[in-house]
């Protein structure tokens, strides 16, 4: 389970994260919905343990990354923005490699890669180098590295970007299964429709501030409006009011 | 923590071999050093070898037939000419030296005779027949001085008030010492090209592609990250200097050193003096590669810092010739610590222990702090921000 509470983060003069809350509970899934610039990706970084939050606190599993980042990092799978694959290494070799980082080897990893190559359909790439891999394959192998030690909790930073139909498919089905597992998974996103399909559990974050968190319903209830996206337009644009106002 | 230290080396050392640009790093400049001493040693020995004798053209050699053949030597080829001028027997010599009659004259009453040497000082051959011509005359003048004395019944050392005898307790002619100080220098730039291209793929060129988050995700701590890169930069980097000793050595025991009067002798003895003295600075070279590349944006940028501090041991070869004194930052400093105690190693002295010791230990201290730096630089926030 991810939680947050309060967070706060400033670079410098500019306020990336003012107050974001939310609580991503296992077996479900949550998706992070905002504007470019809204704090989504610095919210993940300070789940992920590699920023320090100014103020309030994440959790995972009860672990605050930001004084036990082994630990709580070891409890997670990260999928970050950029896949920042190593072009002269094998798909095998980024999964033993990251595999070897959380801990596993001998007989375990062999399992573990057999397993992600399964359940990924890895195998036609599995030896080669990712040099010059599509987005789709690029993907899978970043997924593959997140997913090897078979993490509680799998976050997701805009991972259908870039993606074609199939690429999406494929991802969505990882998803669904990892939450099946009892896994508790958080994804930021731009695509709606893609939310509006998987997720259980939505939390709109607009300048830096959770504006609204609740299922699909109870989202569409509290805007009045017939879908997602009008939904979001409504949120995002209330959060900018709100934010103009306490400047005047 | 060891298994963290292992998979990030054993991830790199496979990074590291299929990247050629960075094994063409390591390895090209010892193939290229060695070559290019190969060539300066045996382009110095054709030289020396090649060092034509004073064509000497003599006008009025009649007069003074005897002083003309004392002149003649291996140094010196004497043409005897009639008929010339001075100046149209200088096209085809490089001096010409005028005997007029009043010379053995002059000789036969013991005035002082004269005698006159056309040359062209702007050239290399007129300046050198100058010289040779100045210490062949005045061997001559020594000889008819003594001559003349005996000849009056004096004893020839009357007129020696004082002898100054020479004896060079130097080791090392002063080509030895040239040659030498210059070829530790070759070493001393080893380590700072072996492991350049590695050292700056592995930390700016990581952050380039964008690999660094997803390492910074995972739960390895910063010192395992750190320390297992660092091992994989020093081994490449040991490697290029352990080629680089041995095609050097090979390039010198090939060359006609003792041609040009300098007697140098790699010996495996002073090749593995060399590399005990090189292995902890090799380490410390890469910590510090490491720490300057960690600070830059991409690879190329990385790429210019560290080729840039490539040439630090060349600024503190010169002030080390400069410096009169061997103050103990000196002896023991890192590069000038190491040029020294290189060039002990190849003139085959024997390593003195305590002070081997204290330099690489030394060494080994500046590698802590680099790493050191390394760490906190993984820990900054800045690092991912750009």
Same mark, same amino acid.
């Given at each position: 389970?991810?939680?947050?509470?309060?967070?706060?983060?400033?670079?410098?003069?500019?306020?990336?994260?003012?107050?974001?809350?939310?609580?991503?509970?296992?077996?479900?899934?949550?998706?992070?919905?905002?504007?470019?610039?809204?704090?989504?990706?610095?919210?993940?970084?300070?789940?992920?343990?590699?920023?320090?939050?100014?103020?309030g606190q994440a959790l995972i599993d009860g672990i605050d990354p930001a004084h036990k980042p082994r630990e709580a990092q070891s409890r997670l799978g990260l999928f970050p923005d950029r896949f920042g694959l190593y072009p002269r290494l094998t798909v095998r070799e980024h999964i033993e490699y990251f595999g070897r980082l959380h801990g596993l080897s001998g007989q375990a990893l062999k399992l573990a890669i057999n397993h992600i190559t399964d359940r990924l359909q890895l195998g036609s790439i599995l030896n080669r180098r990712t040099e010059g891999f599509s987005t789709g394959q690029s993907m899978r192998t970043a997924l593959a590295r997140a997913l090897v030690h078979n993490p509680q909790n799998l976050v997701l930073d805009e991972p259908t970007r870039g993606l074609d139909v199939s690429g999406v498919r494929q991802l969505r089905r990882v998803l669904v299964d990892a939450r099946d597992n009892g896994c508790c998974v958080v994804f930021s996103s731009h695509v709606m429709p893609e939310v509006e399909r998987i997720a259980e559990h939505i939390v709109i974050i607009a300048d830096g501030k959770t504006v609204v968190s609740g299922s699909l319903e109870e989202v569409l209830a509290q805007s009045g409006a017939a879908n997602l996206e009008d939904a979001f337009m409504h949120f995002s644009q209330a959060g900018r009011i709100q934010q103009s106002e306490q400047l005047l | 923590m060891m298994q963290d230290i292992l998979s990030v080396a054993r991830k790199e050392l496979k990074d590291a071999f299929r990247d050629r640009r960075s094994l063409l790093s390591a390895i090209v400049y010892s193939a290229f050093g060695a070559f290019v001493i190969f060539l300066i040693l045996n382009a110095l020995a054709i030289e020396e070898n090649n060092e034509m004798p !004073?064509?000497?053209?003599?006008?009025? $050699?009649?007069?003074?037939?005897?002083?003309?053949?004392? =002149?003649? +030597?291996?140094?010196?080829?004497?043409? =005897?000419?009639?008929?010339?001028?001075?100046?149209?027997?200088?096209?085809?010599?490089? $001096?010409?030296?005028?005997? +007029?009659?009043?010379?053995?004259?002059?000789? +036969?009453? !013991?005035?002082?005779?004269e005698l006159e040497l056309y040359v062209d000082q702007t050239t290399d051959a007129g300046l050198q027949s100058v010289e040779r011509l100045q210490i062949a005359i005045s061997a001559i003048q020594s000889r008819y001085a003594q001559t003349r004395l005996i000849a009056q019944g004096i004893n020839p050392d009357i007129i020696r008030a004082v002898d100054l005898k020479i004896r060079d307790v130097a080791e090392d002619s002063v080509a030895t010492m040239a040659i030498s100080r210059l070829l530790v220098l070759f070493f001393v730039m080893a380590p700072f090209f072996a492991s350049l291209s590695i050292a700056a793929d592995m930390t700016a060129g990581?952050?380039?592609?964008?690999?660094?988050?997803?390492?910074?995700?995972?739960?390895a701590?910063?010192?395992?990250?750190?320390?297992?890169?660092?091992?994989?930069? !020093?081994? =490449?980097?040991?490697?290029g200097v352990g080629i680089t000793v041995l095609t050097a050595a090979f390039a010198i025991n090939a060359s006609p050193t003792t041609e040009i009067g300098v007697l140098l002798y790699a010996s495996v003895t002073a090749q593995r003096d060399m590399m005990i003295i090189l292995a902890p600075f090799i380490g410390m070279i890469a910590a510090l590669q490491m720490a300057i590349s960690l600070r830059s944006k991409t690879y190329k940028e990385a790429q210019t810092y560290l080729s840039l501090l490539a040439f630090l041991p060349v600024v503190v070869a010169f002030t080390a010739v400069f410096k009169k004194e061997h103050t103990p930052d000196v002896v023991y400093l890192p590069i000038a610590h190491h040029l020294g105690m290189l060039q002990q190693a190849l003139l085959d002295r024997p390593l003195d222990p305590a002070l081997t010791l204290a330099g690489g230990t030394l060494a080994l201290a500046a590698a802590g702090v680099c790493l050191y730096i390394c760490v906190i630089t993984y820990r900054s926030e800045r690092l991912l921000r750009a």
């Open positions: 389970m991810i939680t947050c509470n309060n967070l706060a983060k400033q670079f410098a003069k500019v306020h990336a994260v003012s107050d974001v809350s939310f609580a991503a509970p296992d077996g479900k899934i949550t998706a992070l919905l905002g504007l470019n610039g809204s704090g989504k990706s610095t919210t993940l970084r300070m789940l992920a343990g590699l920023l320090k939050p100014k103020q | !004073t064509r000497l053209a003599v006008l009025g $050699a009649q007069h003074a037939p005897v002083l003309v053949e004392l =002149i003649a +030597n291996d140094e010196i080829e004497v043409s =005897i000419l009639e008929h010339k001028s001075p100046a149209g027997a200088l096209i085809d010599h490089d $001096a010409v030296l005028v005997i +007029n009659d009043a010379f053995p004259i002059k000789l +036969n009453r !013991t005035e002082l005779a990581e952050r380039e592609r964008d690999a660094l988050q997803p390492l910074l995700m995972q739960p701590g910063q010192w395992s990250i750190v320390m297992g890169k660092w091992l994989v930069a !020093t081994a =490449i980097g040991l490697l």
